[in-house]
C-alpha cells in the first residue's frame, strides 16, 4: 500500500508563503503522478497542483493558484513539494498530498492520499 507522509503547513498572513513537502512509501513503482489537493472549511476536495512523470513532466494547476504557487517533484525519491506564495484567505484549508498512477485520476480522483495538513490564512 502506498502511504503518504505531507510536511509543512501552518498560520501564515495574507500575502506571505508557506511551502508543503511530501514523501511517498510502499509500492512506488506503480506511481508517476503526484500532487496536491485541498478542502476548505464546508466545501468539497479540490485539485490544486499536480505532477505527471511520463516523457515529459507536466504540471497542472487550478485556475485561481497559477502565478502563486509553484509544485516540484523528485520521479526517483516520489517527493514532492508545494511552494504557495502571495497567499489569500480563500486559500485556508486542508492540503492533501495525493499519487495516482494515472494522469486522469490524478486530475480528479487519486486512489492515494495523505493525512492532510492545515493551511490557515488570516488577515
Known amino acids: 500500500q502506498v502511504q503518504l507522509v505531507e510536511y509543512g503547513g501552518g498560520v501564515v498572513q495574507a500575502g506571505g508563503s508557506l511551502k508543503l513537502s511530501c514523501t511517498a512509501s510502499g509500492p512506488m513503482r506503480v506511481i508517476n503522478n503526484m500532487g496536491w489537493f485541498r478542502q476548505a472549511p464546508g466545501k468539497g476536495r479540490e485539485h490544486v497542483a499536480t505532477l505527471n512523470w511520463g516523457s515529459v513532466v507536466r504540471t497542472d494547476y487550478r485556475d485561481s493558484v497559477k502565478g502563486r504557487f509553484i509544485v516540484s517533484g523528485n520521479n526517483a525519491e516520489k517527493t514532492v513539494s508545494l511552494q504557495m506564495t502571495n497567499l489569500r484567505l480563500e486559500d485556508t484549508a486542508v492540503y492533501f498530498c495525493?499519487?495516482?498512477?494515472?494522469?486522469?485520476?490524478?486530475?480528479?480522483?487519486?486512489?492515494?492520499w495523505g493525512q492532510g495538513t492545515q493551511v490557515t490564512v488570516y488577515s
Open positions: 495525493v499519487a495516482d498512477s494515472a494522469l486522469w485520476k490524478i486530475l480528479s480522483n487519486p486512489d492515494y
